[in-house]
């Protein structure tokens, strides 16, 4: 069993930063591939980034891709650095943990509580 808390959302103006983390708990977490997906109110949930098990591959989704940075560390801690944000980016955030670093949320086993983010203009 993997548990996750998510932090750091809050209230942010445009063009400001974020940091948000994803606590992880769980004998499994070291082998597994973490996630950050968002949705926001009437709108499907929607790829942010992944990273993978050791850290040496990232990627984006595309409306996030040079503003966003995903990273992890040893003490299973995921974070996703979000800066230039734009209220477009106004969210609840979820990280997730699975087998493999996809696109797809169905391919994440777990999934914390989220996380809110909004962004003033």
């Known amino acids: 069993q993997v548990q996750l808390v998510e932090s750091g959302g809050g209230l942010v103006q445009a063009g400001g930063s974020l940091r948000l983390s994803c606590a992880a708990s769980?004998?499994?977490?070291?082998?597994?591939?973490m996630g950050w997906f968002r949705q926001a109110p009437g709108k499907e949930r929607e790829f942010v980034a992944t990273?993978?098990?050791?850290?040496?591959?990232t990627y984006y989704g595309d409306s996030v891709k040079g503003r966003f940075t995903i990273s992890r560390d040893v003490k299973n801690t995921v974070f996703l650095q979000m800066n230039s944000l734009k209220p477009e980016d106004t969210a609840v955030y979820y990280c997730?943990?699975?087998?493999?670093?996809?696109?797809?949320?169905?391919?994440?086993?777990?999934w914390g509580q989220g996380t809110q983010v909004t962004v003033s203009s």
């Open positions: 769980g004998r499994t977490f070291s082998s597994s591939a």
């Open positions: 990273i993978n098990w050791r850290g040496s591959y």
């Open positions: 997730a943990a699975g087998e493999r670093s996809t696109v797809r949320g169905r391919d994440y086993a777990y």
